[in-house]
Every structure is written in structure tokens, then in C-alpha cells.
């Protein structure tokens, strides 16, 4: 496979064997095959059609905030829309946004509407594609509880308009197809005082840098919360807040964050999900799933 072939098909940028620890929040994980920045719907489908035809797996990332990539890397095409499709239009009460669009950006441009439904995501590093796929959320709002519709590229390179209500969104999770790629969404929101957007956007703001520790690498909560309980409590009630692992360590301002605290590798993260995982099992009998995003690893990794 000549990568220049695909270097003269597309006007993005093509970056071989390029380490994911510059892209990711943790700032952990091995070289990709090719991490690539497109500018175009063009770009992108000369990309899936490159990939197609030599059997090489494509992912697609925005600002890599909750992704944890393994130390021997991706054997695989990275795609980072993080600096294309970042239009935010409006047309009364409706937004229209790129798939790259910051959650905080996106939150901005909403008040400046006098546009609420959003304001509460505030906080949530992380693209709009990204939240769209786990049906990000916080406080009680969900981001999918606005959403009309979506843009995306399809498995075959196809452009496609899906409406909402043909997409199934559950707790951090969503029907979108992993393979499918997010280019534009809709959501219908509703007017309101700058006041109380505001009012909203700081209360979410004030409570998560009281109780999230947002001064270190992370990727966020690694687990979800489990019916009825919350992740980080449990993690807590385990004794585990401050376990450490190499350079990874379970936060002692949230259970639910791993940081990395000094030059962690994969394995030690991937060491403490297990360690988490296996204590919580044996002393509540439940299993935690994970939130962020894994490549890289052999099926079965993360079992406790």
C-alpha cells in the first residue's frame, strides 16, 4: 500500500505512523498507520474508498477527550475532522452545526441566541460528533434531547440525512453506526433569558470544577454509571480513590476519573480499569461498563 497514492487524491493532511499521544487527552498511545486531517466530504470519501480497497480499518476521532489508545498503536487509518466541518448557522430557533464544533463553542453561540436546551454540556470536553455518538450528557440533559437530525457519510461513501427519530439513544449510547461518519447536525431549541442560560451554564460550570479534577490528563469518567448507583461512589466505597498504577493513579477528587499524573503508559490505565472493575464485582456484584473509547487493544482486555 503507497500512502503518496492517497496523499494525491485528497487536499488533508496525511501523517504516517504518527503517535495518538499527540492527539488524545490522556496523552497516552502508540502510532497510527496514518492519522489524517480531511477538508472535504470529497477528502473523506477518497479516504473510505482508499480504505476499502486495501482492507485497512478507518476511525474516526474528534479531539480525542475520551480515548484511550494502546501502547503498540493502531494498525489502522486515524481521521480527525477536529479542523474541518466547524460551521455553527442559525435560523430562528434552529442550530445548525459541524461535526467538530467544541461542546463549548457550541454552548457560546447558543446564549449569544438567547438559545437554551444545551447550555448545561457546557463543561463536556470533546466535539459534537463525539457527544452525538454517546449521547454525551450532564445534569439531567442529554444532547440528543434537542437533536432533529443528522448528516453523515455512510460505510459506502454515501451522504445521507437521518432524522432523529430513526436513531435510538440510550444512557451513553447511541444506534449510530461506528463505521458511519458524523458530518453536520440539527437541533431545535427554544428561546429563553440570557439570564437564566447563564444561570444554567455556571451552575453546571461551578459544580463540575468542584468535584472534577480538571487541572490533569484524563479522558473523563471511565465508567458509566450502573442503574441506580453512581460510578464514582462505588469506586470510592472500594477504598480506591488515590490507587495508582505506573504513572496512573484513580483521582482523589473523583473515583470516576483515572489521571495520568506522571508519563503513564496504556497498560498502567488499562491495569487499574481492571484492579476497578474486578474490586467493584466482588464487593457490589456489578459489573462497570466503560464510557470512553478504546482502540487498539485485543478482545478482552478490559475483563477483570
Not at 487536499?11 to 496523552?27: D, F, L, Q, R
Not at 480497497?53 to 501502547?71: E, T, Y
Amino acid at each position: 500500500m503507497d500512502l503518496n497514492e492517497l496523499k494525491k487524491m485528497i487536499t488533508g493532511k496525511i501523517m504516517e505512523n504518527e503517535p495518538m499521544a499527540n492527539h488524545t487527552s490522556y496523552g497516552i498511545g502508540g502510532p497510527a498507520l496514518a492519522f489524517i486531517k480531511p477538508k472535504s466530504i470529497n477528502d473523506l470519501q477518497m479516504i473510505k474508498s482508499f480504505a476499502k480497497k486495501h482492507q485497512v480499518p478507518v476511525n474516526c476521532i474528534g479531539s480525542g477527550s475520551n480515548l484511550l489508545v494502546s501502547d503498540e498503536g493502531i494498525n489502522s487509518f486515524v481521521v480527525s475532522l477536529e479542523k474541518s466541518f466547524k460551521k455553527i448557522l442559525f435560523d430562528e430557533n434552529k442550530c445548525y452545526a459541524g461535526a467538530s464544533v467544541k461542546l463549548s463553542k457550541l454552548v457560546k453561540e447558543c446564549i449569544k441566541q438567547n438559545l437554551g436546551g444545551l447550555e448545561t454540556l457546557i463543561g463536556i470536553p470533546g466535539t459534537l460528533g463525539g457527544a452525538l455518538i454517546m449521547n454525551a450528557g450532564a445534569f439531567g440533559n442529554e444532547i440528543s434531547n434537542y437533536l432533529t437530525a443528522i448528516e453523515l457519510l455512510n460505510s459506502n461513501g454515501v451522504v445521507e440525512q437521518v432524522s432523529a427519530n430513526e436513531i435510538e439513544f440510550g444512557y451513553r449510547s447511541s444506534t449510530i453506526n461506528k463505521n458511519d461518519i458524523i458530518l453536520n447536525a440539527e437541533f431545535q431549541l427554544k428561546k429563553a433569558s440570557e439570564t437564566e442560560i447563564r444561570k444554567n451554564r455556571d451552575q453546571a460550570n461551578l459544580s463540575r470544577k468542584s468535584t472534577q479534577p480538571l487541572k490533569f490528563r484524563s479522558a473523563g469518567s471511565v465508567f458509566k454509571n450502573p442503574k441506580d448507583f453512581a460510578a464514582g461512589y462505588l469506586i470510592d466505597q472500594a477504598g480506591l480513590k488515590g490507587k495508582s498504577i505506573g504513572g496512573a493513579i484513580v483521582s482523589d477528587i473523583h473515583a470516576n476519573f483515572i489521571i495520568n499524573q506522571a508519563n503513564a503508559k496504556a497498560e498502567d490505565v488499562v491495569q487499574l480499569i481492571k484492579l476497578i472493575r474486578n474490586a467493584i464485582y466482588k464487593k457490589y456484584s456489578i459489573v462497570l461498563e466503560l464510557e470512553i473509547t478504546t482502540l487498539g487493544f485485543p478482545e478482552g482486555t478490559f475483563n477483570a
